[in-house]
């Protein structure tokens, strides 16, 4: 059964950073891929980062160039490095994985919602100005 757990949300002021943690339970390396999620009150949930069974990135254009996301296989662990935070970017973060395929690629953009079929519960990141 698979089951993906996140942790390292919080609180941070405007230009902060925060690490977010995925751990995954249930997949054996190489046969998924994962990606990150947010939703902010009122609206759509978005793609912010993706990654591909054999480790390509993919970023929303909002966040290029301030997140990271990275793997450890080892500990079959996903994160989300986030720099140089703003108040827009506030909202629940979730990291959501499926079986590897060719529906994990989408064109060098996030893949949207639908392709994951797990998800985890979710965790708050609130940025102030």
């Known amino acids: 059964q698979v089951q993906l757990v996140e942790s390292g949300g919080g609180s941070v002021q405007s230009g902060g950073s925060l690490r977010l943690s995925c751990a995954v339970y249930?997949?054996?390396?190489?046969?998924?891929?994962m990606a990150w999620f947010r939703q902010a009150p009122g609206k759509e949930r978005e793609g912010v980062a993706a990654?591909?069974?054999?480790?390509?990135?993919t970023y929303a254009d909002s966040v290029k160039g301030r997140f990271a996301i990275s793997q450890d296989n080892a500990k079959n662990t996903l994160y989300l490095q986030m720099n140089s935070l703003n108040p827009e970017d506030t909202a629940t973060y979730y990291c959501?994985?499926?079986?590897?395929?060719?529906?994990?690629?989408?064109?060098?953009?996030?893949?949207?919602?639908?392709?994951?079929?797990?998800w985890g519960q979710g965790t708050q990141v609130t940025v102030s100005s």
């Open positions: 990654i591909d069974s054999d480790g390509t990135t």
């Open positions: 959501a994985g499926t079986y590897a395929g060719i529906w994990c690629r989408s064109g060098g953009l996030v893949p949207g919602a639908s392709v994951y079929s797990h």
């Open positions: 249930g997949y054996t390396y190489n046969e998924y891929c």
